[in-house]
């Protein structure tokens, strides 16, 4: 079935830095990529809507400037946390769709802890 | 976007069926109802979806009502790998038959298999 790799699976580091985490389709060209953040005990809110080659679509109340997503090729979307505050450690996850009306398949996530 | 209202936990034996309601009672006509499951520390895994009629595939089965407005998610052997959380979700879709590609998930229900 199709895969979607999400990397790396887990980080932590200090306030203020910075975090890229990559979201790649393995086997199918990924129009639209979506990422999305789930703090513990709570369900997953999407944060952006990413298309290839275009600008991403931010969810309402989701910062653009702090969570810089860049989809420059089929197959690879990337979200990066910009001066990472402990605030924004939690589980981050893309998924990914070929066509619109397929199912979304999504990535293992990525643990993000900020200290 | 329509929403779902689904019990907050259910439990079951191992080797019986399981039947996980979802109520939508403000479904257009152009929502596909998707069911997804998340493992703990896991992305979200696609189960089924359909617009009207009953769907099966190998993982579980569909049943929608006929007035659409609520649907049951059947896994007819529950296994111990079948905890998780289950996610009923309504994709909404234009007229044209496009997904505008958004899932807003819920806060699902949690499943407890006993051995």
């Known amino acids: 079935g199709a895969v979607v790799s999400q990397h790396p699976s887990w980080v932590i580091c200090k306030s203020g830095t910075s975090v890229k985490i990559e979201c790649r389709s393995l086997?199918?060209?990924?129009?639209?990529m979506f990422w999305y953040r789930q703090f513990p005990k709570q369900s997953l809110m999407l944060m952006a809507t990413?298309?290839?080659?275009?600008?991403?679509?931010?969810e309402q109340g989701v910062e653009k400037d702090k969570f810089l997503i860049n989809h420059a090729s089929l197959t690879l979307s990337t979200l990066t946390v910009t001066s990472a505050h402990p605030e924004d450690s939690s589980f981050y996850i893309c998924?990914?769709?070929?066509?619109?009306?397929?199912?979304?398949?999504f990535g293992d996530g990525t643990r993000l802890s900020i200290l | 976007d329509a929403k779902t209202t689904q019990p907050n936990s259910m439990e079951s034996n191992e080797e019986e069926p399981v039947h996980l309601p979802c109520n939508h009672s403000?479904?257009?006509?152009?929502?596909?109802i998707h069911w997804y499951r998340q493992l703990p520390s896991q992305g979200p895994e696609y189960v089924i979806h359909?617009?009207?009629s009953n769907v099966n595939n190998r993982m579980a089965s569909l049943a929608i009502a006929e007035d659409r407005k609520s649907s049951t998610l059947i896994l007819h052997r529950a296994t111990l790998r079948d905890a998780a959380v289950y996610y009923c979700?309504?994709?909404?879709?234009?007229?044209?038959?496009?997904?505008?590609?958004?899932?807003?998930f819920g806060q699902g229900t949690i499943l407890t298999v006993h051995p």
């Open positions: 998924s990914a769709s070929w066509v619109m009306d397929q199912p979304q398949h």
């Open positions: 086997d199918f060209q990924a129009t639209t």
């Open positions: 359909g617009l009207t």
């Open positions: 403000t479904i257009s006509g152009t929502d596909y």
């Open positions: 979700i309504l994709e909404s879709y234009n007229a044209g038959g496009t997904s505008y590609g958004k899932l807003t």
């Open positions: 990413s298309n290839e080659g275009s600008k991403a679509t931010y």
